[in-house]
């Protein structure tokens, strides 16, 4: 089945991340969907992702923990609105379990966006960040985004290699 | 088919509205998701609801303008998670359209669950509001939530019987 996926992007309020890259939308989804697989490429080296938890399905949960080289941890969770095998993941930071609202002031929020498309034998990949303000979009665009983002895809394919 | 669609409450973050009403689920929807309608039921007179929007998917906007006694305007914004005809209508007051997180601090933010099943000639309703905080929860009670939302069943019901 074909299906016309898309977002209208906001280039004031979006950030973006669109690469071809050389592994099948079904390894770049399971990356993204089993905890173990999670853990190994999420957070961009030396930064590591120490726990993981997923309930795949729209209201279900995406946890994670995030550890800093300094042994910080920094525990997140979202929710999952969307679930497309192979094609579309999306979850947002405004909601936790079953959809209940939550604040998390310290950190510019978004819902992300995952979109995969086969290429060849491989994946246009595109990642979305969308932000409810423009200060949220610049603070999350100097935290690294691109680099960081493009950092943990490279991550995510040297994995998806090995799958 | 028969699903079973349930949410599980936090009776300290959660307030719900349950009650059986004379009209069948088709048109307890149909109240609920077009904006002709929309507009005769949805605020206690004497408040109006003066405009509504309703784009009905996952991630499409649910938009209303209420107006008080007074005149004054007070226009929300939405966003649908879940959208299953004659049974279930899930949106967040977290999320606009396309899940952009949004920022409203002067309302007590919530996700709403209304859940409809079939009971006898009518309908089991049930509404629920799933709030991040006590506090939340709290300020939406002392609001009046089950007056309020007590009452505009009342006019909904009284609508459907007319459709």
């Not at 592994?23 to 992702?49: D, G, H, L």
Request: charged letters at 25%.
């Amino acid at each position: 089945m074909t299906r016309t996926i898309t977002h209208k992007l906001d280039p004031k309020l979006d950030l973006m991340l669109e690469r071809v890259v050389d592994v099948p939308p079904n390894r770049v989804w399971a990356a993204w969907t089993r905890p173990e697989y999670v853990k190994k490429w999420f957070t961009p080296a030396p930064w590591q992702t120490v726990d993981c938890e997923i309930d795949l399905r729209p209201g279900g949960i995406f946890r994670t923990v995030m550890r800093s080289p300094e042994g910080q941890e920094f525990p997140n969770a979202g929710c999952y609105l969307e679930v497309i095998e192979n094609e579309k993941l999306v979850w947002t930071a405004a909601l936790t379990a079953d959809y209940r609202p939550q604040n998390v002031p310290s950190v510019p929020l978004f819902t992300a966006v995952i979109l995969l498309e086969p290429h060849g034998a491989g994946t246009k990949y595109t990642a979305i960040a969308i932000h409810g303000d423009e200060e949220a979009a610049k603070k999350h665009a100097d935290m690294g985004f691109h680099g960081g983002w493009g950092k943990a895809l490279d991550q995510l394919v040297a994995l998806a290699k090995k799958m």
